[in-house]
């Protein structure tokens, strides 16, 4: 499906520790991307209980923890 291949394209390219942005905010990612409800792709990330969905956050591009 699409969303199995999102998420296995931001795995094989981001691993956990991948700086983030979400509504401003930067973050790190604390868990690989997954399916929530077998259908949303979503990831969690450190400072948010809830996942965020993958369609809503955006990689923290001048981080140079993101380029390794």
Not at 29 to 37: Q, S, Y
Not at 54 to 59: E, F, R, V, W
Request: proline share 6%; glycine share 8%.
């Amino acid at each position: 499906s699409a969303a199995s291949d999102l998420i296995g394209e931001f795995n094989d390219l981001y691993p956990v520790g991948t700086r983030v942005r979400n509504a401003g905010q930067a973050y790190t990612t604390t868990t690989g991307a997954r399916l929530l409800k077998d259908h949303t792709p979503v990831i969690w990330v450190d400072g948010r209980d809830e996942p965020v969905r993958l369609a809503d956050i955006t990689l923290a591009a001048h981080d140079p923890a993101n380029h390794r």
